[in-house]
């Protein structure tokens, strides 16, 4: 069974910089391309960024050049580095993994203050 535990959120000022973590377990990391999603209240989750199983990465639009996606594999864990934050991206962020989908973890808050 996947478990997906996000850590890292916090309440930053714009401008400012966090590091989120999703540590996978109940699926061969190595073999899974992962992605970071958010949740801003009132609104649809959206897709963020994404991180093959060779380390290829893809971002949405409105965080490109913002944020990085990276993985360790040896600790199971995906990583998604924030900086230049804006107040827009203050959500809930979660991880997953491509495919297949599997059940959502509690999320991490990021409050990003004007």
């Known amino acids: 069974q996947v478990q997906l535990v996000e850590s890292g959120g916090g309440l930053v000022q714009a401008g400012g910089s966090l590091r989120l973590s999703c540590a996978a377990s109940?699926?061969?990391?190595?073999?899974?391309?992962m992605d970071w999603y958010r949740q801003a209240p009132g609104k649809q989750r959206e897709w963020v960024a994404r991180i093959t199983s060779v380390s290829m990465t893809n971002y949405a639009d409105s965080v490109k050049g913002r944020f990085t996606i990276s993985r360790d594999n040896a600790k199971n864990t995906i990583y998604l580095q924030m900086n230049d934050l804006k107040p827009e991206d203050t959500a809930v962020y979660y991880c997953n993994r491509v495919f297949p989908v599997g059940s959502w973890g509690q999320g991490t808050q990021v409050t990003v203050s004007s």
């Open positions: 109940g699926i061969i990391f190595r073999n899974s391309a």
